[in-house]
């Protein structure tokens, strides 16, 4: 399966690029191991409008370098010029931020899809590449995990290894692999999340974790983690609930014994166990979010059990599209109606 180009065009426009759950192999793919991802329903919005009067480039209506936002500074810096274009932009995003759902890849595909569309048509690993590069630099550690699922749609298998069947690979990086991205199937399941509310700190626990990962039983831990990913493909594409739920549950496990776990994780994991097939952290942890996947009809239960244990639960499918064009404006507000009615 390919990804097509987004077609080129002038601004007024509006980029929705999607959020991301991580299903497996979090940490250990930036050892180069295997992980999946899959691209979210929930996303950020990017406009890009022309300024009636001049002062270079605005966001959400003050200068851009008044932000200090390090996603945002590193796209200007990459993308000579945009700091001085009389452009606003107007960020809106339905996912908190730093709670492991992507957020920032979001952010920053759709910031380089606007940079890069007036130019004419975007290709896709064009747009994954370009993303990366700017979320490592403005993270200092990191995989192409969150940014290609983000350009892409779907579910991706994201490695070191190279396939035959893969969308497209990413060169390496200063002290990082080259990564090789592929389709996975990805069954039409209702998936659910939980924040905890505690923001995590991406190139923090990456380093911690990294320190555990250079004893001999982080060897271990990380070839476990490689295993459960690539069986979780398999299960996938076998739409085998049960088996995906127990290498979800398998995953946490071994994320736990790398320290990258939180007690508020681990109150919501506790709290979603009756209602779902598999539940673990997901994405840096640290704080952020927990995913599952929920027993067939049991996902008001469970968004209700995390609800009452304190997190922020939301329902989630599969974004089969990437980044791209679209009409109509996200309501405003960090993150609105995660669970209506609750
Ligand atoms: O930033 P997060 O919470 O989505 O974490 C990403 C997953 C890591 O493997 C920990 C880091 C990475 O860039 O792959």
């Known amino acids: 399966?390919?990804?097509?180009?987004?077609?080129?065009?002038?601004?007024?426009?509006?980029?929705?690029?999607?959020?991301?759950?991580?299903?497996?192999?979090?940490?250990?793919?930036?050892?180069?191991?295997?992980?999946?991802?899959?691209?979210?329903d929930r996303g950020t919005e990017v406009a890009f409008e022309p300024r009636r009067s001049p002062g270079g480039l605005y966001v959400n209506g003050l200068p851009w370098h008044e932000l200090g936002n390090p996603y945002l500074a590193e796209a200007v810096r990459r993308f000579p010029g945009w700091g001085e274009k009389d452009v606003s932009l107007t960020v809106r995003s339905q996912l908190p931020r730093a709670s492991g759902l992507g957020s920032s890849a979001a952010f920053t595909v759709g910031l380089v899809a606007g940079f890069l569309l007036p130019e004419g048509e975007v290709a896709r690993d064009r747009l994954a590449r370009e993303s990366y590069r700017i979320e490592r630099s403005a993270q200092g550690v990191g995989s192409p995990v969150d940014t290609s699922a983000s350009a892409a749609g779907g579910v991706l298998a994201v490695g070191a290894r190279s396939r035959d069947d893969e969308l497209w690979a990413l060169p390496p990086e200063e002290g990082s692999p080259g990564f090789h991205v592929s389709r996975v199937n990805a069954p039409p399941w209702a998936w659910?999340?939980?924040?905890?509310?505690?923001?995590?700190?991406?190139?923090?626990?990456?380093?911690?974790?990294?320190?555990?990962?250079?004893?001999?039983?982080?060897?271990?831990?990380?070839?476990?983690?490689?295993?459960?990913?690539?069986?979780?493909?398999?299960?996938?594409?076998?739409?085998?609930?049960?088996?995906?739920?127990?290498?979800?549950?398998e995953n946490h496990r071994l994320l736990q014994e790398l320290g990258a776990s939180h007690p508020r994780l681990e109150s919501l994991v506790e709290a979603a166990r009756p209602f779902v097939e598999g539940v673990k952290l997901t994405g840096a942890g640290g704080g952020g979010s927990v995913l599952a996947l929920p027993r067939e009809g049991q996902e008001a239960l469970l968004l209700k059990a995390w609800a009452r244990a304190g997190g922020v639960p939301y329902r989630l499918s599969v974004s089969p599209a990437g980044a791209g064009p679209r009409g109509e404006a996200l309501p405003v507000g960090d993150h609105p109606d995660h669970v209506p009615g609750l």
Do not use: C
């Open 192 to 249: 659910a999340a939980a924040y905890s509310g505690v923001a995590k700190a991406t190139g923090l626990v990456v380093r911690r974790v990294g320190e555990v990962f250079n004893t001999s039983r982080g060897e271990e831990i990380l070839e476990a983690i490689d295993r459960v990913a690539r069986e979780g493909e398999r299960a996938l594409g076998r739409e085998d609930r049960q088996e995906i739920g127990h290498l979800l549950t």
């Open 1 to 40: 399966m390919s990804a097509p180009p987004l077609p080129g065009r002038r601004w007024p426009f509006v980029l929705r690029a999607p959020g991301k759950a991580i299903l497996f192999g979090e940490h250990a793919v930036v050892r180069g191991r295997t992980a999946l991802v899959m691209a979210l």
